[in-house]
């Protein structure tokens, strides 16, 4: 079967680092996306990675090994704004996404 | 650009009757839209695939003839709850993606409250 796991809910402090984890299993690989969602809201776009290796983009990172079926989030600086749940999705074989049910960041003042 | 909005934002309906979501890409063609549930502190737990001109491709347990699926056009998908129970409350959102681009861009969602 297919299965993606990431943690459940995550604490930081404002201004800290944090790192999300996300392992899967899948059937056939086509790329990892990281999404965005604040409660109540829609999911909004992070990052993707096909390639091994480590994407940055400001204050945010995503990093990608295909041989582990592993990657991560990294939100460094953090801020008030970024507590919401962060969802890691696989493209499998078929190009459909396969989704993690979501990690819950809570970041303390 | 990418733009995908929903109309409702929100509802409110009683049970038994029949509400209609539609979802429309703004400034791209969406030869392929997806609807997705989601309930309180879940994840998004795709219904349906819609290739415009085709019928959808449902998710098992999800019951086609009660969600009805239409993608008519390469800009709009409507998603029909059909005698509506108060089990059908949830955050409907729809995704949008164009051929040969794999990543899907989100409607603002729907809020869905059956009475």
């Known amino acids: 079967g297919q299965n993606i796991d990431q943690p459940t809910e995550m604490t930081a402090t404002e201004g800290a680092i944090v790192q999300i984890n996300c392992t899967y299993q899948?059937?056939?690989?086509?790329?990892l996306f990281w999404y965005q969602q604040h409660a109540g809201e829609a999911p909004t776009f992070l990052s993707y990675?096909?390639l091994d290796g480590l994407e940055e983009k400001g204050r945010f990172s995503s990093f990608l090994s295909r041989s582990k079926g592993y990657s991560y989030l990294l939100l460094k600086e953090l801020q008030m704004k970024d507590s919401a749940s962060y969802l890691c999705?696989?493209?499998?074989?078929?190009?459909?996404?396969?989704w993690g049910a979501g990690t819950k960041l809570i970041i303390k003042p | 650009g990418a733009v995908v909005s929903q109309h409702p934002s929100w509802v409110i309906c009683k049970s038994g009757t029949s509400v209609k979501i539609e979802c429309r890409s703004l400034?791209?063609?969406?030869?392929?839209m997806f609807w997705y549930r989601q309930f309180p502190k879940q994840s998004l737990m795709l219904m349906a695939t819609?290739?415009?001109?085709?019928?959808?491709?449902?998710e098992q347990g999800v019951e086609k003839d009660k969600f009805l699926i239409n993608h008519a056009s390469l800009t709009l998908s409507t998603l029909t709850v059909t005698s509506a129970h108060p089990e059908d409350s949830s955050f409907y959102i729809c995704?949008?993606?164009?051929?040969?681009?794999?990543?899907?861009?989100f409607g603002p969602g729907t809020r869905l409250t059956v009475t």
């Open positions: 400034d791209f063609q969406a030869t392929t």
């Open positions: 995704s949008a993606r164009w051929t040969g681009d794999y990543e899907q861009y």
């Open positions: 899948t059937s056939g690989f086509n790329g």
């Open positions: 999705a696989v493209l499998d074989s078929n190009y459909q996404l396969i």
């Open positions: 819609s290739n415009e001109g085709s019928k959808a491709t449902y």
């Open positions: 990675n096909v």
